[in-house]
């Protein structure tokens, strides 16, 4: 469970996506009641990546600066409720 924190990826690296959490092999995972932010010059911004992770829940987060809030692949599934997209600083 990832809950009730403030999550900032700070980069400069162009060229690459960017993460601000990234959970593999996470079945069952909770991410909830978080800010997570995305700052710098990058590709790409997902602020959520989940890989081989069946069954997460991602509730009542706040995304700011991020292109893809919750990135899905390899068999991921996800539930999302409530959250807040692009909200400024």
């Known amino acids: 469970m990832v809950e009730n924190n ?3 990826q700070k980069t400069d690296i162009r060229g690459v996506a960017a993460y601000a959490l990234y959970l593999r092999n996470g079945d069952g995972s ?3 009641n978080n800010s997570i ?7 790409k911004t997902n602020a959520i ?7 997460a ?3 009542e987060n706040s995304f700011v600066k ?3 809030p919750i990135e899905v692949k390899d068999g ?3 539930k999302e409720s409530s959250s807040r997209f ?4």
């Open 6 to 8: 403030t999550i900032t």
């Open 30 to 32: 909770i991410v909830r």
């Open 37 to 43: 932010s995305l700052d710098g010059r990058v590709e």
């Open 49 to 55: 990546g989940l890989s081989n992770s069946r069954e």
């Open 57 to 59: 829940v991602v509730q």
């Open 66 to 68: 991020v292109e893809t």
């Open 76 to 78: 991921s599934t996800v």
């Open 86 to 89: 692009n909200q400024p600083f």
